[in-house]
T-cell receptor, first 110, second 113 residues
Framework: DAGITQSPRHKVTETGTPVTLRCHQTENHRYMYWYRQDPGHGLRLIHYSYGVKDTDKGEVSDGYSVSRSKTEDFLLTLESATSSQTSVYFC?????????FGPGTRLTVL | AQSVAQPEDQVNVAEGNPLTVKCTYSVSGNPYLFWYVQYPNRGLQFLLKYITGDNLVKGSYGFEAEFNKSQTSFHLKKPSALVSDSALYFCAVGVVWRRALTFGSGTRLQVQP
């Protein structure tokens, strides 16, 4: 699993509340990613990071922000959660020409 | 822009029969191609990749895939399916491997005993 953990693993929240998801890695990888998985869409990139304080947008970044103040942590924030952000969120890292994924966070926005 | 198409939402095959899960892609430049598998309530697990070299790539659990540049395809195959192969399979493409991958919508493989 390339030492990737995500927290929380499950969360239920209400529309309009802020939510932060955490991805933590233990192997000092430079590149980290946040994806969301929805039925019929596969995985879609939200944001990625290529180093501390270096981040960029993916294809579905609206409504999301990220921060990376330490190599090991990549945070995804929903500033004001909406029902359309109900999804499973996966963090990933790049290593050895592969991407390795965390276990996922299931987020439900009511 | 890069894209991936997995034309079949579901593939059904009997145990012991060969299986194929289809994938076509579109990129500008030389593609990096991947197959991942996802079991229920789990993350994605890497199966195999094509970066360069031999067009036939062998991966985990007896799976293989053939890179076909002229047809822009990267179909996943296995000579003899197992019930335990039943899962959701994703094809993905990248151009620069350190950047994010673009995933297909996924194909659910159902292997009947």
């Amino acid at each position: 699993d390339a030492g990737i953990t995500q927290s929380p693993r499950h969360k239920v929240t209400e529309t309009g509340t802020p939510v932060t998801l955490r991805c933590h890695q233990t192997e000092n990888h430079r590149y980290m990613y946040w994806y969301r998985q929805d039925p019929g869409h596969g995985l879609r990139l939200i944001h990625y990071s290529y180093g501390v304080k270096d981040t960029d947008k993916g294809e579905v970044s609206d409504g999301y922000s990220v921060s990376r103040s330490k190599t090991e942590d990549f945070l995804l924030t929903l500033e004001s959660a909406t029902s359309s952000q109900t999804s499973v969120y996966f963090c990933a890292i790049s290593a050895d020409n592969e991407q390795f994924f965390g276990p996922g966070t299931r987020l439900t926005v009511l | 822009a890069q894209s991936v198409a997995q034309p079949e939402d579901q593939v059904n095959v009997a145990e012991g029969n060969p299986l194929t899960v289809k994938c076509t892609y579109s990129v500008s430049g030389n593609p990096y191609l991947f197959w991942y598998v996802q079991y229920p309530n789990r993350g994605l697990q890497f199966l195999l990749k094509y970066i360069t070299g031999d067009n036939l790539v062998k991966g985990s659990y007896g799976f293989e895939a053939e890179f076909n540049k002229s047809q822009t395809s990267f179909h996943l195959k296995k000579p003899s399916a197992l019930v335990s192969d039943s899962a959701l399979y994703f094809c993905a493409v990248g151009v620069v491997w350190r950047r994010a991958l673009t995933f297909g919508s996924g194909t659910r493989l159902q292997v009947q005993p």
